[in-house]
């Protein structure tokens, strides 16, 4: 097949896989006498190239597989040359799954993927006409102020508020008297006002206090927790309450003080 090279042209020469030494030695030189003393033919192994160090957007074309039997083109491959040629670059390729390559590379960021009948069946494809992660300025037709129109609704001068004919309104008219009246206490009243009369949590309104007003404190109740301390102090632990009293029959009620009740500080 007769690769199209032009003078002048850096070209990226991949291989991979066993393939005759021979061969691509007569192949690059080959491209050397095409692209001439202004040009160059990198030549370089798929696996080793980016340990190469070339530098980014350095060839026009690249060629790969054109060598050997046809590999399979990985895609983090597809994207080092990619970054490898300039905007408008080439890449011509043989892959073994034949036309579905071209899907690869599209996906890998390519343009005009296609296989070439004319060249045998290679896959060829280019790089679009920029760089990858550069941007261009988009140029919009906005307004750069608002209509005089619309900017005066919502202007108002010091001029205006001395304006006689101007309407604003009066803040002694926003309140009746009835609105400046105290409200009656039992009005402000939500709890209780459903059925039964029962406090809230957190009542603010008085409630509480008012249910709460004569009534007994209760006495909170004392249970055991060993159930042995009707046996004797030698059978109750440190914070018994019924420490310090005589023994007592199971089941007996024991009225202890409110001080017994206490913990001790």
């Known amino acids: 097949m007769e690769i199209l090279v032009e003078a002048g042209q850096n070209v990226l020469l991949v291989w991979s896989g066993q393939i005759d030494a021979e061969e691509m030695k007569q192949l690059a030189e080959k491209l050397q006498q095409k692209v001439g003393s202004a040009g160059k033919v990198a030549v370089e192994n798929a696996e080793r190239l980016k340990m190469a160090g070339h530098a980014a957007s350095s060839f026009d074309r690249a060629l790969s597989g054109v060598v050997g039997a046809p590999p ?8 080092e040359v990619l970054g490898l040629l300039r905007p408008g670059g080439e890449l011509l390729m043989r892959d073994a799954r034949g036309e579905a390559a071209a899907r690869r590379l599209t996906l890998a960021g390519y343009t005009g993927a296609a296989a070439r009948a004319e060249l045998g069946g290679y896959c060829c494809a280019r790089k679009p006409d920029f760089e990858v992660g550069s941007s261009a300025p988009l140029k919009l037709n906005l307004p750069t102020s608002a209509p005089p129109a619309a900017a005066a609704v919502w202007t108002l001068s010091g001029q205006d508020a001395l304006d006689d004919d101007l309407d604003l309104v009066d803040e002694d008219e926003l309140l009746d008297e009835e609105d400046k009246l105290k409200p009656d206490p039992a009005s402000l009243r939500v709890c209780g006002t ?11 309104c ?4 008012e249910l709460s007003a004569g009534k007994q404190p209760v006495t909170k109740s004392v ?9 004797g102090d030698a059978f109750r632990c440190a914070s018994c309450p019924y420490l310090g009293m005589p023994a007592f029959k199971p089941g007996e009620k024991i009225q202890l003080s409110q001080r017994q009740l206490n913990a001790d500080a």
């Open 223 to 231: 249970t055991s927790s060993c159930g042995s301390c009707y046996l």
């Open 206 to 209: 008085g409630l509480a206090e």
């Open 194 to 204: 459903t059925g039964k009369r029962k406090a809230c949590k957190d009542c603010s």
């Open 72 to 79: 399979t083109h990985e895609d983090a491959l597809l994207a």
